[in-house]
């Protein structure tokens, strides 16, 4: 017997929500306005997540709440309140990725679901066997997770949710600093700048090599797994996961469709296969071009969309003729009047809309393949003989979208049963998955005199079901009708209470108690470690403050297999949360910085799992690095070993199997600035263009990473960091 797979849809806005609930959608994922890792999705504020709760679960539609970014000290306790909210508005679980927030809801509300978000960089067994441990319902699987190792997570018993349909990321998420680099907007919170979708140049040896695929070299096509759909069920996932929280409608609505016949299909042992309309549709709401990416091993080529960064949507046809602000268009695909237009052209593309159709001096509302069009187009840069036209929006498929939106039938079936008896009060019930409601009229039915009523007059009245969100059918075994008369009014009044009473009860899905006081007994380590860390270089140094780390004593960032307890031992600094699967039941070892770590109840997370210091994330201010410590030592009593990053080239990306099939030792962007590249077999590193500088004025000790330094600049950088750390004894 197949587990039975959920099928999760993206919600943006209630619109989305909608759509994805007419779809066939069993549960959502949407964002509040704060603490979402899409901070410019259009999110809900507490009324309309109270109104968007409701709708849902009157429908049978799970809802999970986003609160999936890090969290610094200052707003804690104001994403604790977010919690009490969401926990008493009924929502069904909440996706995290902060292990201080984690950790937080597990104590404070422990009957809240908790989902490991993909931004907690989640990506084998390991993590998967741990987060279960502390209480995780479900882990959010990286998407670079092959179908191998997606079974190895499944088994480890946690559910396990998977990417199936949408945009996909280049670097692993949770991992990736670029935007937060260059931009100053942290994709770890929720304000990617999308950086890999930028035009960029690779270099080898300094010198631009040929990318003759194109200039977008780091973005990647988007995932599509629709004819793998029998194989995730069949290895057990617990959920499929649509992208698209920043998406319209009728996208949300066209790929749950899709998704949803893909399933049912499935389970009914019947063969599923995108028709040739069905193809054209999806990649006319929006497509990078579509690639199975790493689930199955793709290659480079196949992966990456290294032509155009943006919507392709279809091909329509070419450029014949510009004239005077028009263009005359040879047509492969019909084109109708309002649709979405592109000239794929240089240095950048020329948009327009087909709101004028002039075919053989005539204005028509539509066009076929074959014929030959004018169409204003107004946008530079001028279109050339022999371009491509491209058909981005449909519009025809966008009303008709929004009409089966409209007309979508109501999902569920209530059954509905009577007991209409002379001299007894009318009692009605109805039921629905495992929830009955009843009600009784205040008086009691008489005999009918002449025409008594009918069962198919009861159950046509019974039937209307008005706005409530399902039908009704009857169970006649469990109904009654003697020789009765009902009058009217009471029949309609008893049947708008018996609804409204259901949809009340189908409204609220859990039975919420208090919030728990936070109580976590943490113990002191009482380390005496290193004043400062040094990663990379070569070692000069016999000071006992300096700890050199070599690649045995940093656990890999990404390890799809399980690391080795012998091989990193206590010292060792753990790079992931499958990390802690390792120094369970030890102590002495080191948070890393790619840990993420950025408050006192995520660093109170890693000291009871086995670490004696922690590294702050590099993302921490420090007047927030000075709250964490202050709140912690007030908390629990004592100062935690910490360390700050105040030197170094973070790894920016880290790139599985790479990104393009050009040798290159670095990436130049269009204003000049130059990333190193670190390429090994199965992983490439993006470095930042420039060392990363900090004072740390807080922290007990002082990070360091080197990356080609000369030997006096090294000594120089970690003279100065011993100086800084050694006046504050």
């Known amino acids: 017997m197949l587990k039975k797979v959920e099928l999760l849809a993206p919600a943006g806005n209630m619109d989305a929500l909608h759509a994805a609930v007419s779809a066939g959608a069993d549960a959502v994922y949407l964002g509040s306005t704060s603490f979402s890792a899409r901070a410019f999705a259009g999110n809900f504020d507490h009324e309309q997540m109270k109104e968007a709760i409701r709708y849902c679960h009157q429908r049978g539609v799970s809802v999970y709440v986003t609160m999936n970014t890090l969290l ?26 902060d292990l201080g927030l984690f950790q937080k809801v597990r104590i404070c509300y422990p009957d809240f679901d908790l989902h490991c978000s993909t931004q907690m960089h989640i990506h084998n067994a390991d993590g998967c066997r741990f987060m279960k441990r502390e209480g995780a319902k479900r882990v959010v699987l990286a998407r670079e997770t092959p179908l191998q190792l997606i079974q190895e997570c499944v088994s480890t018993g946690v559910d396990i949710e998977v990417f199936c349909y949408g945009a996909s990321c280049i670097s692993y998420s949770g991992q990736c600093l670029m935007s937060a680099e260059v931009k100053n907007r942290s994709g770890n919170r929720g304000m990617c700048a999308q950086m890999c979708r930028l035009r960029y140049t690779p270099l080898k040896d300094g ?36 992208e698209g929280r920043m998406k319209r409608p009728e996208y949300v609505y066209l790929a749950v469709k899709t998704f949803r016949e893909a399933i049912d299909a499935c389970y009914a042992n019947q063969p599923y296969h995108l028709s040739a309309k069905r193809d054209q549709q ?156 009843s009600v009784v009229s205040e008086q009691a039915l008489s005999a009918a005199r002449n025409a008594p009523l009918t069962r198919e007059k009861l159950e ?23 020789n009765v008369f009902i009058p009217v009014s009471m029949l309609n009044e008893l049947r708008r209470n018996l609804y409204g009473k259901l949809v009340d009860a189908l409204s609220v899905v859990h039975e919420r108690g208090s919030m728990r006081s936070y109580h976590l007994e943490v ?17 000069e140094s016999a000071n006992s403050d300096i700890r050199w780390l070599d690649e045995n004593a940093v656990m890999p960032v990404v390890h799809e297999n399980a690391v080795s307890a012998e091989k990193y031992g206590p010292g060792s600094v753990l790079s992931s949360a499958g990390d802690f699967c390792v120094s369970s039941g030890k102590t002495g070892y080191i948070a890393g910085m790619t840990m993420n770590l950025s408050n006192s109840a995520a660093i109170a997370f890693a000291l009871c799992h086995g670490c004696s210091a922690v590294i702050f994330s590099s993302e921490v201010p420090e007047l927030e690095i ?27 990306m880290y790139v599985k199997g790479g990104f393009m099939e050009a040798s290159a030792d670095a990436l130049e962007d269009l204003e000049g600035r130059i990333y190193p590249l670190r390429q090994g ?35 120089e950088v970690i003279k100065e960091a011993y100086e800084e750390v050694l006046g504050r004894v």
């Open 523 to 539: 113990s002191n380590p009482h380390a005496e470690l290193w004043r400062i860390l040094v990663s990379g270089g070569s070692e």
């Open 626 to 652: 000075a709250r964490s410590l202050d709140v912690f030592r007030s908390t629990y009593g004592f100062v935690p070993v910490t360390y700050r990053l105040v030197y170094g080239r973070r790894t920016l």
């Open 72 to 97: 610094f000290e200052d707003e804690l306790d104001r994403a604790m309140e977010e919690v009490d909210f969401l926990y008493h508005a009924d929502a069904d679980a909440l996706l995290v990725q």
């Open 207 to 242: 010198k631009p090599q040929p990318c003759p695929d194109g200039d977008y070299v780091l973005s990647p096509k988007d995932i599509n797994l629709i004819e793998r759909v029998p194989d995730l069920i069949a290895a057990g996932v617990s959920s499929l996961k649509i």
């Open 681 to 715: 077999p199965f992983l490439t590193k993006i470095l930042a263009p420039e060392p990363y500088r900090s004072r740390n004025q807080y922290c007990y000790g002082s990070f360091i990473i080197f990356s080609g330094e000369t030997a006096s600049k090294q000594r």
């Open 282 to 437: 999806l990649k006319l709401m929006f497509n990078r071009g579509f690639s199975e990416g790493h689930f199955a091993g793709a290659s480079v080529e196949d992966r990456m969309s290294h032509y155009r960064p943006n919507h392709r949507g279809i091909e329509i046809g070419t450029v014949v003729q510009f004239q005077n602000g028009r263009v005359l268009v040879q047509l492969c695909q019909p084109l109708h009047q309002h649709d979405g237009l592109r000239i794929v052209n240089t240095p950048v593309d020329t948009g327009l809309t087909a709101v004028k159709i002039e075919k053989n001096g005539l204005l028509v509302n539509s066009a076929e393949a074959g014929d030959k069009v004018w169409l204003e187009c107004h946008s530079k840069p001028v279109p050339k003989r022999g371009q491509k036209v491209l058909k981005t929006s449909s519009a025809e498929l966008l009303d008709e979208i929004d009409r089966e939106i409209a007309d979508q039938p109501k999902r569920r079936e209530a059954t509905v049963s009577y007991q209409a008896n002379v001299n007894e009060p009318l009692r009605l019930t109805a039921v629905l998955g495992g929830t009955s409601v």
């Open 460 to 482: 046509g009245s019974l039937a209307k079901t008005d706005t409530a969100p399902f039908t009704a059918v009857f169970d006649h075994s469990a109904s009654v009708l003697g």
